[in-house]
């Protein structure tokens, strides 16, 4: 895995220690997180957060704080900058994104509208 300095992917420290508290309840400790956005959701782009073991050949890959993310160069675009936090409230747990190419968030936090800009290519 290489850390390429074009993708910038930041996790919060209570991000970091529920994706490290899931790969050790998943007993995944080297798996890496992949991040993705794919079609659908409440807006027109979601986001998916998974575990694998080994990045794929094209691949974008870097390291926040210990944990290795794996980014397919789809969705490169529409991630980088992006920060993930995780948040508990009464409801439960979850992460929330923060994105900078967001035009608009659906109010689940998990979707979101692309900036006119990244769906022009």
Known sequence: ????????ISLSPAAIAEVERLRRKQHRPQAQLRVRVQAGGCAELYYDLSFEESPGSDDR????DG?????DVLSLPYVDGLTIDYTEDLMGGGFRFHNPHAERTC??????VPQADLTAH
Do not use: P, R
Request: glycine share 4%; aromatic share 4%.
């Open 67 to 71: 944990v290795a993310i794996a980014v």
């Open 1 to 8: 895995m290489s850390s390429l300095s074009e993708i910038h």
């Open 107 to 112: 109010s689940c936090g998990h979707s979101f």
């Open 61 to 64: 890959c870097c390291v926040c």
